[in-house]
Structures are given as C-alpha cells and as structure tokens.
C-alpha cells in the first residue's frame, strides 16, 4: 500500500519515512478562508494552525507528522488529537538547540516514530533507501551562484512563492522557516548500527541553517550577508512573533531593497498583494537599473512601448473610488485633468474619463501618442501601452510636483500607502495597510453615511471641537457603533468628525513610522480635500502637508510621465 504523509517543517525526518516507503507532502497551501477551524479553535491563533485543521477536516490528509515550531502547533496537535483524524498523527519535539543531551533527546523520539510508523504501515525501515534519500537531499542544496530575491521570514504559502517568481524581475529563492534543509553534508559511516544511525541522523537534523526558534540563530546571517542578494521579500504571519524580530534586525543590517508582507495565510487579500510585489519589482528595477544585464532575459522589465513620434499622452489612474486621466504634452506641459467617480466596472470608467479628458483638451484620441494605466484597475484596461503601480506613480507624480518631497502619503478608497523617496524621486520604502478598511476613503465614506452627510460636508466639519473625542482606529465596525452611540448621546457633529480625523491621523501616522517616513511631506489622491484630516494629520505627523492643487490627479500624473520616458 503507497502512504503519503503530511509535514510543515524542515526539520522533519524526511529520510527516515523514506527508507519506509512513504512519499512526503509539503503541506503549505494557502486557502481561500478558514472554515472548521474559526469554530472549533478560535480566531486569536496564526493562519497557518487553522489551515492545517481545516486541511485534515476536508479529508485529504489521512497521515500527518507535527514538530513543535510554536504553541500553536501544540494547540493544533491536540485538538486533531481529540478528533480522531487523521489515522496517523505524531507530534516531534524538536530541541532548541545543538548539544549532546538534545541530539540523544531527539534520536530517541527518532526510534519511537520509526516503531510507531512500522506500526501503523506494516512498513520496516530500510537501510538502503535511507542512505539514497540522504544522498539525493544533499544534492538538492544548492543555493543561488547568480543575483536573485530571496524570500525571508515565516513560512510562505506556495500562491505567495508562484506569485513571486512571476512578478520579480530576478529568479527567487524561497528561504523562510520551512524551506533550505540542509541535511546530508555528510554521509555516515555505514558501519553504524541502528542506534547509532539515529543518534546520527539527529545532529544531522539539529545542525541545520536554524529558524528563528533556535536558541543559536546566529546561521542565519549567512541568509541576508549573501553578495548575490538584490532584494528581499519578508513575510511573517498574523500573530507570528519569532520573526518580526528578525526583520527590524535585518532592516538595520542590509542596504539591499526589502519589502515586508504580513498575511494571514489566505489568498483572500490577493490583489493588494499583486499590488505590493509589483511595486517592489519596480523598486528593484530602480535600484539596479545601473545594471540591467542582471534581470530576467537582460530586460529592464517591463515591456517596449511605442517609439512613434507624438504630441500626448495620457495616464490613467483606476482606482476604486474614483478614475483619474491627466493629459500631457511631449513637454511635459499639463494640457487636462479629469477626475470621474469609479463605476461599475473599471474598463467603462476609464474609457468615459479618457473621453472627457480629450474633451477638455480639445484633442482625439488619434493625438494620444503613449498611454500608461495604473491603480487597482490598470491590467484590466486595454489598448494602453504599459501598466505601473500606484506606488511607482504617486512617487513620481509628487517628484514632479516637488522635488523636496520625501514621503508621499495616499489615503486611497480601499488602502493607503507611505512611500519614502530620495532625493531623486526613487522610491525607497512603502508600507500599505493590511485588508482592514480602517484609516481608509472607505471608511470615512461609511461614516459619513452613518451621519447622514456628504464627503464634502464633513471634509469641512472637525476643524474645531469643543470636546477632544477619541473613536476607534483598529476597526471600522468598532468606529461606527461608537460614532451611533455618540449621536445617541447628542455629541456635537464637530467633536465627532474631529474623533473620525484623529482616528485616521493615528492608523496613517502608524504607517509612516513603519515606512520610516520623514518630510517634507506630501498628501495626494482625493481625502487631500478633507481640511479636518489634512489638519488633524499635521499635528500628528508635527510638520505641515504639502497639498497640491493636482493632488488628486497625481497617481494619473506619474503614468503620464513614464509615458513620456
């Protein structure tokens, strides 16, 4: 009978079900939700603990093997345990460290699994198989001879890892906790009784490049001190401590680009995500454009526009709540502006905006020479000659609206962003919320819903209060039952709106202290109207926003200038 079993770590003994006959599974596949596991372990666990609850409940594990990463995974063991499934469970207690007594320690753990598997598949252990599987793991370390992005952190699901290697513009190398085993350095003396092939197999194990739950981590270094590194990608999940730790530690240690992602290991906030690898393709890209010959296919990246002479371009700017075109001409002349609101779908949107813009310009769409799309709509709009992300553009956009910007600030309808620039216009760093609409257009649109007022109402309201009122910044439910009970209460409009203000001003300054921000600094897209914000964010941030007149059109503005590029 062929077994599979299931493992989440690379310090499983991989080998040793192979000398049994069992072919092992990675068992790292990110869902779309979580089912089972919201209800029968609670929500205040890491994404990756329910997924494999409700990866055994599906079915489709019948053998699983658990080593004692976190709590988590002890608090998942035992209850897969009371459940009954799956039909082989066996939980390794991994040592955390490298010593005699813990490689003893693991050996015996070692030659009760091989009893206990033997058991349950009727399978021995064969020598033979074990000393071919340990040849081929040492032939499969093999790290990168050429410039590559590495993946840091925690664990990454496969989507994350597929979605990686499509969007960088160099190879990626996944090195998070699960991946870069290491063992089978060495081969042992086949002279070695059983015993003793096991004691020898545990220091195999133990003296692996270390994840961040070893006492000795200092291996690790060896993973961002590598000449060939040119980016990294650092993904810890919600609720994972170990290794946001070792990211504050290597953002202080290396001058190559880094992007940070924190998940909750599902696919469900996967556009957001497109959005953050696209842009650090694109800061990559920046950062080395000195060297090109280093990327995918000695491209650049990105794909050749058209080189026929023009006049015009235009850049679109697809976002969720509005459509914004701006139309330059070869001079980098502004020439029109149109901002629409976002209907139905983002290809109607962007065509009736297009349409307006060339109206107030007085041109045709023949005069448009180069179009280039951005915001979360842009690869769905046609006929344009390349997408860029918003993050790219609202950097350049504000560059060219002034050059001392260093921190551009975007409080979008569905995210907002931090981006710090050099002095050139680079982009250095951005931060993006996570999938909560707090401190977001969204959510100041629900509240003023919920006040029965208009957008353009309340961006007037809140400039002065009588009563300092605080209101949620976590949770845009949590805000908007406050703000119900505060009109219960008869709270005046202005003491409301100017909790509402504060409450956005906290979660945005929250952004710029991760993203490193400093200023001057420059507030773009459409909530740069709202006067009560803009105020309240400059007594938070301690310095004053720099509001263009085109700060709403500066996302369609940057795609107009790498139009024209």
């Not at 955390?96 to 050996?107: D, I, P, R, V, Y």
């Not at 081929?136 to 597929?162: D, W």
């Not at 401590?241 to 530690?249: G, M």
Request: charged residues 20%; contains cysteine; aromatic residues 8%.
């Amino acid at each position: 009978m062929a077994h599979t079993i299931h493992y989440i770590c690379k310090y499983t003994p991989l080998e040793l079900f192979a000398a049994m006959g069992a072919e092992c599974v990675y068992a790292n596949h990110m869902p779309d939700g979580f089912g089972i596991s919201e209800a029968v372990i609670g929500s205040n666990i890491c994404g990756f603990g329910k997924s494999l609850i409700d990866l055994v409940s599906s079915g489709g594990v019948h053998e699983l093997i658990m080593t004692s990463c976190c709590d988590t995974i002890r608090s998942v063991y035992d209850n897969l345990q009371k459940s009954g499934k799956p039909d082989f469970l066996f939980y390794l207690d991994i040592p955390h460290a490298e010593s005699g007594c813990t490689k003893t320690q693991l050996s015996y753990q070692l030659k009760q699994l091989v009893r206990a598997y033997s058991a349950y598949s009727g399978n021995c252990f064969d020598r033979n198989k074990f000393m071919e599987a340990m040849k081929l793991s040492h032939a499969q370390q093999v790290r990168p001879n050429s410039p590559y992005i590495s993946i840091l952190g925690g664990r990454a699901g496969i989507e994350l890892h597929k979605e990686a290697l499509k969007e960088m513009p160099l190879p990626v190398h996944n090195d998070t906790c699960v991946a870069g085993r290491s063992v089978g350095e060495s081969l042992p003396d086949p002279s070695l009784s059983f015993d003793g092939l096991m004691d020898w197999y545990a220091g195999e194990l133990l003296s692996q490049l270390p994840c961040m739950r070893m006492i000795d981590r200092e291996g690790r270094k060896r993973l961002y001190n590598d000449p060939n590194l040119r980016g990294i990608i650092y993904h810890t999940i919600r609720f994972c401590d170990f290794y946001n730790f070792e990211y504050s530690e290597i953002k202080s240690h290396v001058d190559v680009p880094m992007l940070k992602i924190e998940t909750d290991y599902t696919t469900g906030s996967s556009g957001q995500l497109l959005t953050r690898l696209q842009a650090f393709a694109e800061e990559i890209r920046s950062a080395y454009s000195d060297t090109p010959q280093i990327f995918k296919g000695n491209r650049s990246g990105g794909s050749a526009m058209n080189k026929q002479n023009f006049t015009y371009v235009a850049g679109i700017d697809s976002g969720s709540a509005s459509t914004d075109v701006v139309i330059l001409d070869k001079d980098r002349n502004y020439v029109a502006g149109i901002v629409l609101p976002t209907g139905a779908g983002a290809v109607i949107s962007a065509e009736k905006a297009l349409e307006a813009a060339l109206q107030e310009a007085g041109l045709s769409r023949s005069d448009i020479g180069r179009v280039v799309t951005t915001g979360y709509g842009r690869t769905s709009i046609g006929n344009s000659d390349r997408s860029i992300t918003e993050i790219t553009c609202h950097a350049r956009g504000a560059h060219f609206l002034d050059p001392s910007v260093r921190t551009v600030i975007d409080i979008g309808g569905q995210d907002s962003k931090v981006i710090t620039l050099d002095s050139t216009g680079k982009v250095t760093n951005f931060v993006m919320n996570d999938k909560c609409a707090a401190g977001t257009g969204r959510f100041l649109d629900m509240m003023a819903r919920t006040m029965e007022m208009t957008l353009d109402d309340m961006s007037l309201r809140g400039l002065t209060y009588k009563e300092d009122i605080t209101i949620s910044s976590t949770c845009t439910v949590f805000a908007e039952s406050e703000v119900v009970s505060l009109i219960a209460e008869n709270k005046d409009v202005d003491d409301i709106v100017h909790g509402l203000d504060k409450s956005v001003a906290a979660k945005t300054a929250t952004l710029v202290a991760r993203a490193g921000g400093s200023g001057p600094f420059m507030m773009t897209g459409g909530v740069s109207k709202n006067k009560g914000l803009v105020k309240a964010l400059s007594e938070k941030l301690g310095q004053k926003l720099i509001i263009s007149d085109k700060a709403q059109l500066c996302g369609a503005l940057g795609a107009a200038l790498y139009a024209l590029d």
